[in-house]
Structures are given as structure tokens and as C-alpha cells.
């Protein structure tokens, strides 16, 4: 009798066990050691960020549109940078990477401020490396905030017209110093109306999880910003899916509950 | 006593134009125009633009909700 309920003691503990693996929400990853500045064209490589990015992930080419009388290259500025901004399609299949795999990723110095038709071979080359990968990225938003008129977006002064910036990071305590930028845009957003940045703001209060899908893309605008407001100009932008942490399931924005508890 | 200053100036432009038309340009070639049309009313000052570039500051640290204050 004593061995019968010593196995259904042992049992018990198994199941539990294995239902615990199934259903634990997604860890952060551990901080990769680093710096996260620019490098100049020689960049040394980071094992445990190439680790996260498969070497010969497939590239999709961009789908462009022309979005209320803007063209894909937008209205000025660069226009190759525009067009990857303004792509639409969205991946078949992604690659779920830790959100720290993302600023640890290092980027040529040589890149910022710089037009692409002015980049050199070398920079091109260094950039595809991981530009243009359709990744998942799980985190917490910590701000999120519509953007001023850009040139992707042809200055468009409404806010239908403009990017989303969100600031994401591995905890919902982490410093902005360690966030990824992951932005919304306009002709990505037209398809989901219930994305709104109030219910964007309202995750980044309530310290929900959440998981982008996108694509990778260097923003050679910023890099004074790295250390400051951001981690990284590496970003995933523009974001094509948005799911939000339900009762141990990832559920569409879209259909997510963010009203205040 | 002879002085100088370098200023720097923020404006917010509204208005309409084509979608794909160049605002950038457009903008920068105005404010030119109306700098050079305003130095009647101080010559006593000899004004001399020395850049005209789009503000892409990413502002990070400015509250949500960031909007120009309208001039006038």
C-alpha cells in the first residue's frame, strides 16, 4: 500500500513538472557582455549574438506600395533606407532571437548619417549580414510614442501618417539604456486597426509581455541616442504582428484586452 | 561696440503639397525667402543664414505626444 502511494506521489510530481516546462512564460535572456556603440568597418563579432542569427536565413524582397500618394522612397532624405522602412510584407517564417541577441549585435561606424548609396562594399556587406531577417522578439514595452513628420512617411502631419516608436527591453524594469527600438508604420498599421499607441502605452503601464515580429533593420539616424535613450540603432521596424501575454497564450494586439485593471 | 551671435532657430512648417513632392526642399527654400524678406525690418542687423537643415533630432527624452508649437 505504501509503494502504491509512494508511485502515485512520484507520478504526481512528474506531471506537475512537465506542465510547468510546458507553460512558463518566456525568459529574458541574460545580458550579453559587450558595448553596444558603433564599430568601425572591422567589427570584432560577438559569438553569442551570431549564435541567435541563423548565417543563411533566406531574405524576402521588400513589398512596397505607394500609401495615400506616398511613394515607397518617401518624400526626401534617403531614399533606399525609406524603402525598406515602407516594406509591407510580412515574413512566412521568422527567427524568435533574445531581445539582448539584438543589442548585442554590432553595426560598422562607417554607417551612421551615411546615405546607403554612399556606403562602401564592406558596410554593405556588413550590415546584410543581419539586415532584413524576419525576427520574433519577446520583452516588455517600457514607452511608446507616436513620432513627428519624416520623410519615409512623406512628413505627413497627422498622426496616421506617422511611425510609432516603442521602447522595448528584456524586463519591465530594464533601463531605456538597454531597450531595442521596434517601430510601427503607417502602411503596416492601415491593416490593423486595432493597434493604437493608447494601447500600446497602456502595456508598457501594466508591465504586460509582449512579442513583436518584424524586420531587422540598422537606422543609421541615431547613434548619438545609443547609451542615452537606446540600446542599439539595430531595431525591427517595421513591425509586422504584435501579440500580448495572455493567461499563458500570445493573443493579437488586436484582440487583446489592455483596458486598465 | 560691433557684436555677434550664431542663433539657433526651431520652426514648425505646416502645409499642403503633393505627397511625394520634396517638403524638405520646399521648406528650406521658403524659410530662405523669408528671412531675406524680413532683413528690411532690422537693418540695423546684417542677417547671414549659415545652414537650413531638417531638425531629425529623435528628441527621445521629450514627452509623449510631441508637437510643434504653432508659430503666431
Known amino acids: 500500500m505504501r509503494t502504491v502511494v509512494a508511485v502515485i506521489v512520484v507520478v ?28 568601425p568597418a572591422q567589427t570584432r563579432r560577438a559569438p553569442e549574438a551570431l549564435g541567435a542569427f541563423p548565417a543563411d536565413f533566406p531574405r524576402a524582397e521588400p513589398r512596397q506600395i505607394v500609401f495615400d500618394g506616398c511613394p515607397p522612397q518617401g518624400d526626401a532624405g534617403d531614399p533606399d533606407l525609406n524603402r525598406l522602412k515602407n516594406r509591407i510584407d510580412e515574413p512566412d517564417s521568422t527567427v524568435a532571437v533574445p531581445l539582448d541577441s539584438i543589442l548585442a549585435l554590432r553595426w560598422p561606424r562607417a554607417a551612421e548619417r551615411r546615405d546607403r548609396a554612399a556606403w562602401s562594399a564592406a558596410v554593405r556587406r556588413d550590415v546584410a549580414r543581419h539586415e532584413g531577417l524576419p525576427v520574433s522578439v519577446t520583452g516588455y ?43 510601427t508604420t503607417p502602411r503596416v498599421r492601415a491593416r490593423h486597426p486595432g493597434w493604437t499607441i493608447a494601447a500600446v502605452q497602456r502595456l508598457a503601464r501594466q508591465h ?33 504582428a504584435i501579440e500580448v501575454l495572455t493567461r499563458g497564450r500570445w493573443v493579437p494586439l488586436d484582440q487583446a484586452s489592455t483596458r486598465e485593471r | ?66 508637437e510643434g508649437e504653432r508659430a503666431g
Open chain 1, 12 to 39: 504526481a510530481i512528474l506531471v506537475s513538472a512537465l506542465w510547468l516546462l510546458r507553460h512558463r512564460p518566456t525568459a529574458p535572456a541574460s545580458p550579453v557582455a559587450g558595448p553596444t556603440s558603433g564599430r
Open chain 1, 141 to 183: 514595452f517600457v514607452r511608446g510614442r507616436t513620432e513627428g513628420p519624416e520623410s519615409p512617411n512623406c512628413h505627413g502631419a497627422d498622426a496616421r501618417h506617422r511611425d510609432w516608436h516603442i521602447w522595448m527591453t528584456a524586463t519591465p524594469d530594464t533601463s531605456r539604456l538597454r531597450s531595442v527600438v521596434v517601430e
Open chain 1, 208 to 240: 504586460r509581455q509582449a512579442r513583436v515580429t518584424g524586420w531587422l533593420l540598422l537606422d543609421p539616424e541615431h547613434p548619438d541616442q545609443v547609451g542615452k535613450t537606446r540600446g542599439t540603432i539595430w531595431e525591427v521596424h517595421p513591425i509586422t
Open chain 2, 1 to 66: 561696440m560691433r557684436k555677434a551671435i550664431r542663433l539657433n532657430v526651431v520652426l514648425w512648417i505646416e502645409g499642403e503639397q503633393e505627397a511625394a513632392a520634396n517638403f524638405v526642399k520646399a521648406t528650406t527654400d521658403a524659410v530662405r525667402d523669408i528671412v531675406a524678406s524680413g532683413r528690411s525690418s532690422h537693418p540695423e542687423l546684417r542677417v547671414t543664414v549659415k545652414s537650413i537643415a531638417e531638425d531629425e533630432s529623435d528628441d527621445d527624452d521629450e514627452e509623449e505626444g510631441r
